[in-house]
């Protein structure tokens, strides 16, 4: 059974930094791709960040040069290190692994920037 668990949300003020923490079981971290999501209130859930099995990276455009995915293979952890945060970017943010054709969530971590 693949689990995901989410650590690492707060309350900051704008400019601050935090680091987001996904760790997994029932899969290998590093053979299979991994995304954020995030999910502010009254909106959708928006993709945030990709890596590959190979360690390609892509990134929504409003968080590219602020946010960085990678992973701790050792630890079969994935990270969302998330720099310059800005009131927009407050949200639930989940992570999220898919393995053939089923998806996979995390429970989410709150992250809520103070202006």
């Known amino acids: 059974q693949v689990q995901l668990v989410e650590s690492g949300g707060g309350l900051v003020q704008a400019g601050e930094s935090l680091r987001l923490s996904c760790a997994v079981s029932?899969?290998?971290?590093?053979?299979?791709?991994m995304r954020w999501y995030r999910q502010a209130p009254g909106k959708q859930r928006e993709l945030v960040a990709v890596?590959?099995?190979?360690?390609?990276?892509n990134y929504v455009d409003s968080v590219k040069g602020r946010f960085t995915i990678s992973k701790g293979n050792a630890k079969n952890t994935v990270y969302l290190q998330m720099d310059s945060l800005k009131v927009d970017d407050t949200a639930v943010y989940y992570c999220?692994?898919?393995?053939?054709?089923?998806?996979?969530w995390g429970q989410g971590t709150q992250v809520t920037i103070s202006s």
């Open positions: 029932g899969t290998i971290v590093s053979f299979t791709v």
């Open positions: 999220n692994a898919v393995i053939i054709t089923t998806s996979y």
């Open positions: 890596i590959t099995s190979s360690g390609n990276t």
